[in-house]
């Protein structure tokens, strides 16, 4: 392998060259090429003979939260310094180690929206919604009322953007490229949409939801709708949908949808409508913007990546796949020499259903060590995982981090079944972990 070019430059000039020159008919790093490769990590790879031919290390092809490339962190009263991927309309995202709580604390919470921010609001018991359609008695409710009559209850509840993980799609899909970090779990207080479908009566025609809320479209033109999304009316009435008003124990920040919201676990965080006004029952699947198309549809058989697609043949993205995250060490930690294990925690969690098993690796793939699993606070809530691995030596290592769901299904190598707006990727996570100085460990 020629010295003066680095890893990355033969890559993107020809992969596949690069692949025999830098892996060798072996298929295994060795020699002069490991050398390059160590070089160019900045740091002696102890796994590298089971690193799989066509492998970039993490260092050098993830961009990754810490990297230079990434966007600004924000900087917003009661909020954490997310990354920002948008500021019209605002959109960041939570670093992975800054979702380390067991249940999501308001600052750490990602942000997702479509239009602008409505005003704060002076009188939220006064705050009003409707529920009409496809209903015996349309309903107009102030908070106050909502409050005092349903059960009110407190779950645990994912709340997940429908295009997390949209940046490991290759080639590049259109949307706020977001990592893992587009996941929540905060504790939501709230009454049950069921209580609620049930008190206005739902006809026998009564099949989908449409959602409606009060921030205002970037266009500034009035009464054009930023969102309005809806689902089919069995996850409306599922127990873990609800209509919240409080998050972990204090009213909703208005950021997040004050004075109330939808959360509909487990499904695109779309759905989960903020600043809510109105509830639609309808006969047949809501139209509103962000309906239809490619918008939170995916293909049913896969289409040839990057090749234009106007949604025919997609179904909704309904369950969100399975995926986790890794909590305790960001992409790109230094260690200090001499550590021979990592304590490695993080979460995991699969839409409507459970997660399984949650898997580490340390040398790329070889071998697969299980983490302690926790159970879930309550359906719906996302699983803490946790475990120690013993690391032989001080170098350059990747955890790799993978889950595998209620059904069987495991976080694939590389994002599959590529779709115009990026959904559904959830590929295995690499991170990039250092232990000692490495450039004493290179010298
Ligand atoms: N009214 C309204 N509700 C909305 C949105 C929006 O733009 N307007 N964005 C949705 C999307 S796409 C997501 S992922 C979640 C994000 O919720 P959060 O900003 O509270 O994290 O809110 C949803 N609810
Ligand atoms: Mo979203």
Same mark, same amino acid.
């Given at each position: ?277 109105? $509830? ?23 289409? $040839? ?139």
């Amino acid at each position: 392998m020629a010295q003066e070019r680095s890893a990355q430059e033969l890559y993107r000039d020809d992969p596949e060259r690069a692949d025999a020159e830098v892996f060798g008919r072996r298929g295994a790093l060795e020699g002069p090429a490991l050398q390059a490769m160590e070089a160019a990590v900045g740091a002696p790879i102890p796994a590298a003979a089971s690193l799989p031919p066509g492998t970039l290390p993490a260092a050098i092809a993830r961009p990754g939260a810490q990297s230079a490339t990434n966007p600004a962190a924000l900087n917003l009263p009661g909020k954490a310094r997310l990354l920002v991927h948008d500021e019209t309309p605002l959109c960041a995202e939570t670093p992975e180690v800054l979702l380390d709580e067991a249940v999501t604390s308001a600052p750490n919470m990602f942000i997702r929206n479509n239009g602008g921010i409505p005003p704060e609001v002076a009188d939220p018991q006064a705050w009003r919604f409707v529920v009409d359609g496809e209903v015996n008695a349309p309903l107009s409710l102030t908070l106050g009322e909502l409050q005092s009559r349903f059960p009110v209850v407190t779950r645990q509840l994912q709340l997940e953007c429908g295009g997390n993980g949209r940046a490991f799609h290759q080639p590049a899909a259109r949307g706020n490229p977001w990592g893992n970090g587009a996941i929540s779990n905060g504790a939501w207080t709230g009454v049950r949409l069921r209580d609620v479908l049930q008190a206005a009566g739902l006809k026998p025609s009564a099949r989908f939801t449409g959602h409606y809320g009060a921030d205002p479209h970037l266009s500034g033109e009035a009464g054009k709708v930023s969102i309005a999304r809806g689902m089919r009316i069995e996850k409306a009435l599922d127990e873990d949908t609800l209509l919240a008003f409080a998050l972990n124990g204090a009213p909703l920040p208005r950021l997040h949808g004050a004075p109330l919201r939808l959360v509909v676990p487990g499904w695109p965080g779309s759905l989960s409508q903020k600043w809510l006004t109105r $509830i639609w029952v309808r006969d047949a699947p809501h139209d509103g913007p962000g309906m239809g198309g490619t918008s939170y549809r995916v293909p049913r058989h896969p289409v $040839i990546p990057g090749s234009a697609q106007d949604g025919r043949g997609f179904v909704e993205l309904e369950s969100m796949p399975v995926r986790s995250i890794l909590t305790s060490h960001a992409h790109g930690a230094r260690l200090a020499g001499g550590t021979r294990h990592l304590d490695l925690r993080g979460a995991a969690w699969a839409g409507d259903l459970s997660v399984q098993a949650q898997h580490v690796s340390l040398d790329f793939g070889a071998t697969w060590q299980p983490m302690t699993l926790f159970p879930a606070a309550n359906r719906h809530a996302w699983q803490r995982w946790q475990g120690r691995v013993a690391v032989p030596a001080d170098g350059y290592y990747e955890v790799w981090y993978r889950a595998t769901d209620s059904a069987g299904r495991m976080q694939p190598h590389a994002a599959a079944n590529w779709n115009p707006q990026g959904y559904g990727a959830n590929p295995i996570s690499r991170a990039a972990v250092f232990i000692g100085d490495p450039l004493a460990a290179t010298a």
